[in-house]
Structure formats: structure tokens, C-alpha cells
């Protein structure tokens, strides 16, 4: 079965910079949630859309934004990057039947490093 | 705002031995609560989700449990296996319409 998937998996950034994340919901999935891990740390939630609008907000950052995009993929961009942006980024997807929210499926990540 | 605690946050057993894991939320009012193994530097793979209105789920070897009045969850699994060692989280879906999540047992079944 397919799964989600994101891209890239691995990225090395410096300080300053700005990286684009990117990720491809389960099909027909119509929700995709982004979350981040900091080392040794539980996900924290960022942000999630439902049919290509925005849903929910979390704790990201004023640098950071994303988007939802025709075809459902979704980019988390982040700006001016931060050492302490330095994290497992994971994306998710779900579908939401008749109001109720099922299982979200998450993808393999992708590790942002910041020197 | 919802806080899940998660107990213990590590725990050793020797292969064969049945354990639980305990998960405790702060706001009852939920739609869900998901249970998630994390492997080392992995992605989260979902084992078992329990709607608000059930009492339980079971895949396997693994049996959740959710009492929401008291905020509970556990997540029991017979006879383990060295392959069972990862970390188990688990995550509950609120009013907030977001995954919140423990922070984790880290699990070691020794051969």
C-alpha cells in the first residue's frame, strides 16, 4: 500500500539559510499535518491543512510556512534558519469521513540539520 | 491546554514477558487516542487507533485500552520479542483537532 512520502530525507543547512520540505499524502487522503521532533523530544505539531487550506496552526514559527497544493502534496518552507531548527520533520495524512478524524499516517521524516 | 504523561518512561524486560504501558491525558474531552512506535532516528508507525466511544483495540499481540472519564490508556503486549524494542508513544486527538503526544517508554526486550 502506499504510504506517505516526504523529501528530502536527509538535508544539511546553514544558519541563515532556507530549506523546503516536501510531502506526498496517501491518495485520497484530503488532510496532511506537519509536525517536528527536536532531539530526544515528543513531536510537536506545526500546522495542517484540509482541502488545500490551512486547518489548523500550532507552534510554527513566523519563519516558517507552508502551503497545500492542487494535487494535495504539501512544502513546509523555512527561512532564516536556526540551530535549534536542527530536527526530525515529520509529515502525516489522514482523511476525514463524516466529520470523524481517522488514523493520521506519518511519513519516514526528514532530518534537518542547521550548522 | 492537553498534557499526556506517559509511564514509564523506560522499561527492560526479558523476552517472553508480558507488559503494559500506561498513558495518561489531562482533558478527557477527545475524539481519539493513537498509539505509535518510533524506532531510533525512524518515522512513527501507527499500531493501533481508539475512537473516543471505544473501550478497546487489539492487532496482534497488542491490546490498547482507553478509559477517557479517568484519562487512561494502556497498551498491553503478550509475549515479547527482542524485535518489540523501540520507543511507544502515545498521542491523543482533541478539541484542538491536533495530534498531542507523550513522551514516550522506551522499550528493551532482552533475548
Known amino acids: 500500500a502506499a504510504g506517505v512520502i516526504q523529501s528530502p530525507r536527509h538535508l544539511i543547512k546553514e544558519k541563515r539559510e532556507t530549506a523546503t520540505l516536501k510531502c506526498y499524502p496517501i491518495p485520497r487522503h484530503d488532510t496532511v499535518y506537519w509536525y517536528q521532533q527536536g532531539p530526544g523530544q515528543d513531536p510537536q505539531f506545526l500546522i495542517s491543512?484540509?482541502?488545500?487550506?490551512?486547518?489548523d496552526k500550532g507552534s510554527i514559527p513566523d519563519r516558517f510556512s507552508a502551503q497545500q497544493f492542487s494535487d494535495y502534496h504539501s512544502e513546509l518552507n523555512m527561512s532564516s534558519l536556526e540551530l535549534g531548527d536542527s530536527a526530525l520533520y515529520f509529515c502525516?495524512?489522514?482523511?476525514?469521513?463524516?466529520?470523524?478524524?481517522?488514523?493520521?499516517?506519518f511519513g519516514p521524516g526528514t532530518r534537518l540539520l542547521v550548522l | 491546554k492537553q498534557e499526556v504523561t506517559q509511564i514509564p518512561a523506560a522499561l527492560s524486560v526479558p523476552e517472553g514477558e508480558n507488559l503494559v504501558l500506561n498513558c495518561s491525558f489531562t482533558?478527557?474531552?477527545?475524539?481519539?487516542l493513537q498509539w505509535f512506535r518510533q524506532d531510533p532516528g525512524k518515522g512513527l508507525t501507527s499500531l493501533l487507533l481508539?475512537?473516543?466511544?471505544?473501550r478497546e483495540q487489539t492487532s496482534g499481540r497488542l491490546n490498547a485500552s482507553l478509559d477517557k472519564s479517568s484519562g487512561r490508556s494502556t497498551l498491553y503486549i503478550a509475549a515479547s520479542q527482542p524485535g518489540d524494542s523501540a520507543t511507544y508513544l502515545c498521542?491523543?486527538?482533541?478539541?484542538?483537532?491536533?495530534?498531542?503526544f507523550g513522551s514516550g517508554t522506551q522499550l528493551t526486550v532482552l533475548p
Open positions: 482533558d478527557s474531552a477527545i475524539y481519539n
Open positions: 491543512f484540509y482541502e488545500k487550506m490551512q486547518s
Open positions: 502525516a495524512s489522514s482523511s476525514r469521513l463524516a466529520g470523524i478524524q481517522e488514523t493520521q499516517y
Open positions: 498521542a491523543v486527538w482533541g478539541s484542538a483537532r491536533q495530534l498531542t
Open positions: 481508539i475512537q473516543s466511544s471505544q
